[in-house]
């Protein structure tokens, strides 16, 4: 959708003033994103004053183009832009997949399928405990050798 187009179907009322505010604040780049000038949260992403509340501009706009968000998902930007508020560039997902998506530890960690020294995790290959979710993963092949290795010492130790 347009930002023109955005500006037209919200004509009047508050809600057509704030997407109004946010639209004159916004310069289009090259790969389509709509940066907003506003001040940032703490989090990097855009704000701005509505019904005497602070609202991020890319929800504003997401809820003006496509309608309201529900209440179990996160808006994601497709194009890792932060200032970013074309709603073509947004979509709502679940909060796990919004950070898999991301640039973050755990998605780092969830992409990691080896072991340090090369062992593959597999259900074949780590501790049915650290499966579950939120468990660090442990490789049982390493695991064995320390517990081998141990084991020869103790008996060389005595």
């Not at 997949?97 to 969830?110: K, L, Q, S």
């Not at 979710?133 to 084991?151: A, D, F, M, P």
């Amino acid at each position: 959708m347009a930002l023109a187009e955005l500006i037209e179907r919200w004509d009047s009322g508050d809600f057509g003033d704030v997407v109004r505010r946010i639209a004159s604040r916004v310069e289009i780049d090259e790969s389509g994103c709509w940066n907003c000038s506003y001040g940032r949260d703490t989090s990097g992403y855009p704000q701005v004053s509505y019904l005497s509340r602070m609202e991020l501009t890319h929800r504003v706009m997401y809820v003006a183009a496509k309608g309201i968000i529900p209440s179990a998902l996160q808006l994601d930007h497709l194009c890792r832009n932060r200032a970013c508020c074309n709603p073509d560039h947004l979509e709502a997902v679940p909060s796990r997949e919004n950070t898999m998506r991301g640039d973050t530890i755990i998605a780092r960690n969830a992409a990691v399928t080896h072991c340090p020294k090369g062992h593959e995790y597999g259900p074949n290959n780590a501790f049915p405990a650290d499966l579950k979710r939120g468990k660090q993963r442990r490789c049982r092949t390493c695991h064995l050798e320390k517990s081998k290795q141990r084991k020869i010492a103790e008996r060389n130790a005595a």
